[in-house]
């Protein structure tokens, strides 16, 4: 029987991109300028500041869509049926659980992540468990991923197929992807996947894939600083 891997945090790797500040004022400028716009990619993006404020408060959106960011994400299951429901401007490619055999990665939370939640769906809010709900949540979890991992690697063993296989294995699993996206339908996402007190639409996303969102936002705004800049300025509504 291999030994399960339990980890509390998810990984973000920015594996590709072509994105910067320039990329969207030389997109915005062609209805002024034509052809003429493309000067721009060479241009101080700081002094074109104003115009991506502009931009990003009127909500001109397409200008931002210039740029692509490749990311690779492992984390759990129950994160990537989140991640997924996001379709406009990203593109996806998962491991397969048909063609290879699953590593025995599982989630467990951190210590200091909230377990006890209350007031209604939809807003809800997150306390400090207790040290014994900590204790159950972990004993629990690894007992239940020790328990489903035999089984499945007890049915490979035993000539079952892997697309048949994985049926027992919960959505604690860790999976890795690669996700395609551009700044605006990344700022989409962060919109929702993200809570912070300056949003103009408050959202409460589940805190694991909002960790996912955070990596990525970091990245991001590495590359196209003006731009996120503008995204916080603006209450963190994608244009
Ligand atoms: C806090 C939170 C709780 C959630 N809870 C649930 C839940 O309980 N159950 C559940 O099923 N989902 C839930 N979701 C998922 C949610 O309903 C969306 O599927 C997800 O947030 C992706 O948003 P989106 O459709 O705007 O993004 P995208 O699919 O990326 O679309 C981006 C934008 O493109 C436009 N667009 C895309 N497709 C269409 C279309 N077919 N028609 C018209 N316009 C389109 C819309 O303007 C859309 O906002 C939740 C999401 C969050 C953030």
Redesign the pocket.
Known sequence: MTEPDFRHDVSVTLVKSAAADADVLFAARVSTAGEASLAELDADPGKSKGLINYLMRDRHGTPFEHNSMTFLVQAPIFVFR?FH??????SYNEESGRYRELEPVFYTPAADRPLVQFGRP?KYEFAEGTAEQHERTLTAMESAYRHSYAAYQEMLAAGIAREVARAVLPVGLFSSMYATCNAR?LM??LS??TKRDNAKVP???QREIEMVAERMEAEWAALMPLTHAAFETHGRVAP
């Not at 429901?85 to 990203?90: D, I, L, N, V």
């Open positions: 989140e429901r996001h379709r406009a401007g990203w939809g339908s989409h996402f929702l996947r959202s409460f996303p």
